[in-house]
């Protein structure tokens, strides 16, 4: 668990966004997977350091959640900088696989389970 | 909430299709249970990466905020999550969630929950009471869970029969002995939920 100390980092991550507490964008989940577009648009303004970690990190495919942890900066923070980055066409955003319990998808359970049983 | 919509079948749920980025599919699994009773032991166990946390202030996750007034007060309360992933194919990665185990974050589990697979209830043999109320959960909210007893250094003194008539559990729901320590025990849970929920799925298509 966390100590003391890691306090005020949590608060001043805001700073970042210019103080706004929520995105633009709603419809980031934990799992949707963020990627940097490639090629950059080169018309646009110049990222600012937060947003340029994140283009980084999202080189690869990668999710909201290890997009957080990695900069150790809040879900409701990285939403906010995602948001700006969607809009710039920086990144693309994919939602998470739909899940309705009422209809399970077959072919997908099997697949986890083949994955599963692999490792 | 998402997952409730029965009638409509899946193929247009896709909001933005953003097929020009090789992203892979991704779902989740989420491991409950009470404080302490080995879930991030188990994320880390079959897990590709270190476990990653992620820490949420509480004002920003759970509350309507417009403005940050206050929020300094507030700073030491934040919540949680653990997780790991993995990759199941190119194309599918599963990410496996920690649940936060104190009861007073549980509005976190409603994010969480929706669009989950399912869940594995964890239980501390020597508590299994810590892990009620994730049980009642997932069973109000008809989210499938299988439950895995981790045993306190890898030991088992009850048998699962004796844990599924304590914990009062439905017939459908399988109780498995584990330890969360090992990455084939912990897999092996997982397996088994993914079972059910086939037997589930098959069962469902039969009928």
Redesign the interface.
Known sequence: ??G?D???R??RP?TLTG?R??PSRA?F???????ACDPQPDRAARPQPEHLRILRLCAR?V?V??V???LDL????VVILLSDLVEADRI???????????????D??????????R? | M?????A???PT????P?A?????????ILIAGGFGVGKTTMVGS?SEIAP??????LT??GLD????AG??EK??T?V??D?G?????RD????L?GTPGQQRFWFMWN??A????GAVVLVDVRRPESSFAAIDFFERR???FVVGVNGFHGRHPYPAAEIREALALPDHVQVLLCDARE??SS?DV??AL??Q??D???G?AAS
Not at chain 1, 29 to 35: A, K
Not at chain 2, 65 to 68: A, F, K, N
């Open positions: 668990m966390t003391g890691a306090g005020g949590l608060v805001f103080g507490t929520r419809d989940t934990l799992i949707t997977t963020v990627t495919p999710a959640a290890e957080a942890a990695r809040p879900v409701s923070v693309t955003a994919r939602p998470p696989h739909p899940v309705n319990l009422a209809t399970p998808d077959l997908l359970l099997q697949k986890v389970r083949d994955g599963l049983g490792l | 998402a997952g409730s919509d029965r409509a079948p899946a749920a896709s909001p933005r953003t020009r980025s090789a992203a892979p599919d991704a779902v989740k079959v990653l946390r992620t820490e949420e202030p920003a996750a905020i417009d403005d940050l929020i300094e700073r030491a934040t949680a999550l997780f992933r993995i990759t199941i194919t599918l990665v599963l990410y969630f994010d969480l929706i669009g989950a697979l008809g989210i499938p990455r084939t897999r997982l397996i993914i079972d929920l086939i589930a799925a098959t469902a």
